[in-house]
Structure formats: structure tokens, C-alpha cells
């Protein structure tokens, strides 16, 4: 089966035009939710990540042996940058670059750029650093199986839910 690379904007994004009046995290957040909310009920459940994250692997998983080698993961990041680059480019930043209040681990409250990790905004950094190699090889060992890729959806959800809500919503990129 021949694959053609595409881009994550398919996944994550709408056509950037339709989006000029909006805020940088509400841009953001309705590409996410037209993208991810498979149902279109205004909520992305762990199933619907879960889904779309499979989506994603199949996409990138060229010779279809259930892991991403390191051409494959090349692609992918350069997919992902190319990505970025073009909401940068929309928006003039990026969303979720620690602007957002937190709680530091251990040393109280602060702006998520110091000690501790702050919460930072939903944004474009969040869903891509969820995407990378060193964040889904779970056991260490190098290659990201599918497994690991999907099932890693659970831990960037509950990132991503920010209500804590067990669901995703516009709501989530404006807090």
C-alpha cells in the first residue's frame, strides 16, 4: 500500500482563514475540536484521542510493522514542524507557552516558567511535544510501537483536560 505524507494540519487544523476574529487559544482550540471530536458534539472523549492518535500512527507507519523506525519518526517530526511553523505564522505565537498561572510542584504557585512545572495553556506546543518520540517511547527502548503511541493518548488527555471533566472542550484552551 503506497502512503503519501500528510500533514498534521489535516488532523489539527481548519483553513486558517475562517478563523480571523479568534483569540490565539480559541483559533487554536476550534482547530483542535474540529479535528479531534470525531462526533462533533463539542467534546473529545479519551476514545475519540485514542482514535485519532491510531489514525495518526497508520499515517506515519510506512512499512506498516506496527513502529515508527527513524525515518518514519523523521517524517512525522518534520510534519510536526512544519505545523507549528504555520500556526506561528497565523497567529504571530504560539499558544501554551507558559503564559498561563500554575501550580509549581513543591514551590507553590507560579507563572510555569520557573521551578516546578506550571500549568501552561492548552496550545499548539502541548498537542505537538505529545507527539514525540521521547514523549511515547514508554519503556525507553528507542522504537514507539503503536501500543505505546495510543495508549499514551491517556496521559495527554488528561493534559489537555484542563476542567478535569473527563472531556475536552473549547472551555479547556481558554483557561
Keep these: 500500500m503506497k502512503r503519501f505524507p500528510l500533514s498534521l494540519a489535516l488532523l489539527a487544523a481548519l483553513p486558517l482563514a475562517a478563523l480571523p476574529s479568534l483569540t490565539l487559544a480559541q483559533g ?8 479531534w ?12 484521542v485514542q482514535e485519532r492518535r491510531g489514525d495518526l500512527f ?4 510506512a512499512d506498516e510493522d506496527g513502529t515508527l523506525n527513524d525515518q518514519e519518526y523523521a517524517m512525522f517530526d518534520e510534519t510536526r ?5 504555520m500556526h506561528l505564522e497565523a497567529y504571530g505565537s504560539v499558544p501554551g507557552q507558559g503564559q498561563a498561572m500554575g501550580q509549581g510542584q513543591g514551590q507553590g504557585k507560579g507563572m510555569g516558567q520557573g521551578q516546578g512545572k506550571g ?4 496550545g499548539i506546543d502541548a498537542v505537538q511535544d505529545a507527539m514525540t518520540r521521547r514523549y511515547n517511547d514508554m519503556n525507553g527502548d528507542g522504537v514507539v ?7 499514551n ?3 495527554w488527555f ?6 478535569g471533566d473527563a472531556v475536552v472542550t473549547l472551555a479547556d484552551f481558554d483557561q
Design 119 to 122: 500549568q501552561m495553556a492548552v
Design 37 to 48: 471530536d470525531l462526533d462533533e458534539n463539542g467534546q473529545v472523549t479519551l476514545a475519540e
Design 58 to 61: 497508520y499515517m506515519f507507519d
Design 145 to 151: 510501537t503503536r501500543d505505546e503511541f495510543v495508549g
Design 153 to 155: 493518548g491517556a496521559q
Design 28 to 35: 487554536f482550540g476550534a482547530e483542535f475540536m474540529a479535528n
Design 81 to 85: 514542524a512544519a505545523d507549528r511553523e
Design 158 to 163: 488528561a493534559r489537555m483536560d484542563r476542567s
